[in-house]
């Protein structure tokens, strides 16, 4: 006699950042904002990582936010996002824009 058994195992557990960063870089008008790895990582496979800028941009003065998605291979997802602050080359800084401090 023989016996048979299915099993499916579903993944739950949504991926994580291990390294979003708080603060976001400050550099000065000009230069690439450069950020560490951010550390997508999940219980099985991370599918996907999507970035609204990648690291070594050179963005405009002032504050932009800086989004990212990772998506796992059951579909589940996790962002993480930070502002990158831009100095204009005289030291000032574009109305409303925050240095982080």
Do not use: I, K, Y
């Amino acid at each position: 006699s023989t016996c048979s058994l299915t099993v499916t195992v579903v993944d739950t557990q949504a991926p994580t950042f291990s390294s979003c960063p708080q603060v976001g870089p400050s550099v000065q008008e000009g230069h690439a904002a450069v950020w560490n790895d951010l550390g997508e990582q999940d219980n099985h496979e991370v599918a996907s990582v999507s970035l609204s800028h990648a690291s070594g941009t050179v963005f405009d003065v002032g504050v932009t936010t800086v989004r990212a998605v990772v998506t796992d291979s059951a579909g589940l997802t996790a962002a993480c996002s930070f502002d990158v602050t831009v100095l204009s080359s005289s030291g000032a800084q574009a109305a409303g824009a925050s240095t982080g401090v």
